[in-house]
């Protein structure tokens, strides 16, 4: 019938499904999630913006002055913080605790957002398996020592190369990384060969 295909009517649809997707449950953990990472600097919500073809839009705006555009406020550490925190607290409402995988989450962030980064990442890790990809090792070992300080199981391994064949998956870390301990186990064990 030809009023089941009335516009009005799939707008309504699109919306009431898009409320219960942006629940006042994901609201929450995203505000819970933000002040974990920024703490008092700002506050901000995720706030329905308008939309068009019966597909709502959402976007993240400031709690105190919403028409106040966050990307032109907010430095762009800032900004990879919000996006972690909103990411987080979507998974916050799955059903399932599947692993989380990060690409190099804290490129272009100073050592202060790093290790905040770090930190939230160690306690998700009690919830879940994370992968976390980077090439920083200040961040990895900011990691590392989170993950000792709470008692979170922490295995690090890196990829390595060669001319032959490429992604070779090695449990130790590559020299510059090594603590002191582990270069000079790596040290008497190229001796020993020798």
Request: charged content about 30%.
């Amino acid at each position: 019938r030809l009023s089941e295909t009335n516009p009005r009517s799939i707008t309504t649809l699109g919306n009431s499904i898009a409320d219960d997707v942006v629940s006042p449950h994901l609201r929450d953990s995203f505000l819970k999630e933000v002040i974990g990472f920024v703490g008092n600097r700002f506050r901000v919500e995720i706030k329905r913006s308008g939309g068009s073809y019966g597909s709502p839009e959402y976007k993240v705006s400031f709690l105190t002055d919403p028409r106040r555009d966050v990307s032109t406020v907010l430095s762009e550490g800032e900004q990879t913080c919000v996006a972690i925190a909103s990411f987080l607290a979507e998974q916050s409402t799955a059903s399932h605790k599947s692993t989380l995988i990060f690409d190099d989450p804290i490129s272009s962030l100073d050592h202060k957002w790093r290790s905040i980064v770090a930190e939230r990442l160690v306690q998700e890790g009690r919830e879940r398996q994370v992968i976390i990809f980077t090439h920083d090792l200040v961040f990895l070992n900011d990691l590392e020592d989170f993950a000792e300080r709470n008692g979170v199981p922490f295995e690090s391994k890196h990829l390595d190369r060669r001319p032959e064949i490429v992604g070779l998956v090695n449990d130790s870390l590559p020299w510059d990384g090594m603590k002191i301990k582990a270069r000079i186990d790596a040290l008497e064990k190229e001796a020993r060969e020798i």
